[in-house]
């Protein structure tokens, strides 16, 4: 157990933790919504700390970010736990394995020792990921610090369900994230999350301030939100708050956890969204889980300049400084060229 960050003592030993927009209220021996920070005695400790529950050697694509260091390797870890409770979630098996199986189960490593391991194994950078980061944050704080001096990158690929505080406190060390944008209507969220709408849509633009490479992901269920009006309010948002050189991941759906019962997202949705982003203005719009759809391309004058298969980039005619080979465009990103 490690101490926690960012909480505050109340009276009568409570404690409320002010790292994510819960806000939880915790009585003595009680624990979060994320089930993973506990009050002992008026101090809330972090259960997880150290504690992996996956390490993995990524493709950079995978997460997806595709404007960050393209072709790279990212080194991936995650702890049991998360703030959301989503009825669709992939990983529900580690993000909900205390709520489901009482149980904090993982292996221990160090912040010394993920980064030795992502230097060993010749990553860029670190990602904080498959479940929920916020709710590991002194473990992937503690990291980043030890990755940045040793210059590696560090990403967060997250719900977005943080305070700024916590995004003040950490940012110095967070080069990247990409955020699920899980739907654009505040009923969605409280019904088949456990949230709300108007803190992710606070994140991403403090992000967005605090100078945080940003790509959003909207995975695009069927009859939950898929409304071609609530896809376009989603691109308004990103292309006006947080700007239209913004990467946008449309993500296909395919039946999981308690959503078993619902098809994958037809294609023609997928290219309707598609369609709908770059009307609004988007620069650069991706549909994921589907095979081919993942080049990037000029937006300036349509030439292909990253050829990817799946995750892996087979072709990048960026230039040095992140310029199109004809026409000199600029392409937003970090390290976008190949030289």
């Known amino acids: 157990m490690k101490e926690a960050m960012l909480y505050e003592q109340l009276s009568d030993e409570q404690v409320r933790c002010n790292l994510c927009a819960h806000h939880c209220v915790i009585a003595d021996g009680k624990r979060g919504i994320c089930q993973v920070r ?21 493709p950079v694509e995978k997460k997806p970010l595709f404007h960050f260091y393209p072709g790279t390797t990212i080194y991936s870890i995650a702890t049991p736990g998360c703030n959301f409770r989503c009825r669709w979630c992939q990983n529900w098996d580690i993000s909900q394995m205390r709520r489901e199986r009482h149980l904090i189960m993982g292996s221990e490593a160090s912040p010394a020792e993920i980064v030795a391991e992502a230097e060993r194994a010749g990553c860029r950078s670190i990602a904080y990921t498959y479940t929920e980061p916020t709710i590991f944050s002194e473990y992937a704080y503690d990291t980043s610090r030890l990755a940045q001096a040793s210059g590696l990158a560090n990403v967060y690929v997250t719900n977005g369900y943080m305070t700024t505080e916590m995004l ?72 006006h708050e947080l700007g239209v ?47 081919g759809e993942a080049d990037t ?20 005619l960026v230039k040095p400084g992140g310029r199109c080979p004809d026409c000199g465009e600029s392409i937003a990103g970090i390290r976008m060229g190949t030289g």
């Open 297 to 316: 391309f000029c937006h300036s004058c349509g030439r292909p300049l990253i050829r990817r298969s799946t995750f892996a980039v087979l072709e990048n």
């Open 168 to 239: 003040e406190t950490f940012h110095p060390y967070l080069d990247a994230a990409n955020v699920d944008l899980k739907a654009f209507r505040d009923q969605t969220y409280k019904k088949y999350i456990g949230a709300k709408l108007q803190p992710v849509l606070d994140t991403l633009k403090v992000m967005k301030r605090l100078g945080i490479w940003l790509e959003v992901t909207t995975l695009v269920i069927p009859g939950v939100n898929d409304d071609p009006l609530e896809l376009r309010d989603a691109a308004q948002f990103v292309a």
């Open 38 to 58: 506990e009050n002992r005695g008026g101090t809330l400790y972090s259960l997880v700390y150290g504690r992996t529950i996956s390490q993995n050697v990524d």
């Open 245 to 291: 050189e913004t990467p946008w991941h449309i993500s296909r759906f395919f039946p999981a956890y308690k959503m078993m019962d619902i098809p994958p997202t037809p294609m023609e949705t997928l290219a309707r969204a598609r369609e709908i982003g770059l009307a609004e203005g988007l620069h650069y719009v991706y549909v994921g889980n589907v095979a």
